[in-house]
């Protein structure tokens, strides 16, 4: 039977009002991610023979160490490993303590009562309103932005109030503008620094600030870091919890799949306040069994050597510094950023004398449908499109042909800017 037959059916009326309730499914938008999908393969259906270069994929190109795949393959073969790991393994636990002091130099963190595995960061954000949001909360996050905590914050009937990204403000949330009424009724406040999508890192100062902030109103600070140790140029991978008085007022969300080429693994840990971790394994044990015992051994061997990261964070800086080479030569005015394999860019007005672009949107879709270049198109603050150095390319002579080709295939029109 087909979707239309079923939505005749008493089942249309049974949805859950957070999905849409009796119209879920009737709804015609088309998302953003689906926008950028179809157009892709329009565009290779257009022209079969014309390399589609995808600098709007936001996962590593590459497979994970062979350390790490070495490890995972000793201990998937042990007997011992076979069961539920349910919240989590000690040597996993321990592991990401260490990893937190070696690697971001945060102290007093006890890895039995401040630490937890999660399957991935991304289950970690959905199940953290649970802990915290009832009906009228508010759940205060940064646009643009991963929108997954505000989504679930909706889910209970929690409301969500968006702060927005500037460059003039560096791309760090201006707090003192959020209104008094705000503040008070706000449970959670999500940062995500080094920032997706506009590869922005936090600073000692801003950290302080927001925790004097979360302390007078009674905020929960969530502090998403998947990007952490991905920083360039003498910047050094820098943690929320390194800041006195962080685990007071908050948590961090760490992943193994950006830093470790891990994205498949679905492994990564949450730290910091213990009766926030603890509340957070009470809504987790009723979520999942764990992630596979094998895995959380292969991940401990990853956090353990960190010069692992430090050579992806190597490759990525080349990348960047390449494409922001390019792109400058091109018109555009790309600022390399100090974190995240994210580079940030704002979007041209249009071809001069030609075609203008009323939103990022136009400018992304642009780029697909007549030179096979993807990005991710951002309109919260401004109109930028997002290009990721996780593209395709084995070595540093492809890494050049890649980035060389972009700007030849944009040097045949004129942008204004």
Known sequence: MSVEKYQATFI?????????????????????????????AAAKKAHPDVELIDMGVGEPDEMA???????????AAKPENRGYAD??????????????KNVFSVDGIDAETDVLHTIGAKPALAMLPTVFINPGDVTIMTVPGYPVLGTHTKYLGGEVYNIKLTKENNFLPNIDAIPEDIAKRAKLLYLNYPNNPT?????????EKVIVWAKKYSVVVVHDAPYSALTYDGVKPFSFLSVPGAKDVGVELHSLSKS?????????????????????????????????????????????????TEAISEKYSRRHNKLVAALNEIGFSAEKPKGSFFLYVEAPKGIVGGQRFESAEDFSQYLIREKLISTVPWE??????????????????????????????????????
């Open 380 to 417: 919260d603050a401004g109109k930028f499109v997002r290009f990721s150095v996780t593209f395709i390319a084995e070595g540093e002579a492809e890494e050049a042909r890649v980035i060389d080709e972009i700007k030849r295939r944009l040097t045949d029109v004129k942008f204004e800017f």
């Open 12 to 40: 249309q009326n049974q949805f859950a009002s957070r999905i849409g309730g009796a119209d879920y499914g009737k709804d015609t938008n088309i998302y953003k991610f689906e926008k950028i999908k179809r157009a892709k």
């Open 260 to 308: 470790f080429n891990m994205t498949g693994w679905r492994i990564g840990f949450i730290a910091g306040n213990p009766l926030i971790v603890k509340a957070f394994g009470d809504v987790k044990d009723n979520s999942d069994s764990g992630q596979f015992i094998a895995i959380q051994k292969a991940a401990a061997y990853g956090l353990d050597n960190p010069a692992i």
């Open 199 to 207: 590869g922005a890192v936090a600073t000692v100062e801003f950290f």
């Open 87 to 100: 919240n989590g393994i000690p040597e996993f636990k321990e592991a990401a303590a260490r990893y937190l």
């Open 65 to 75: 160490d062979a350390g790490i795949l070495a490890k995972l393959a000793e201990e």
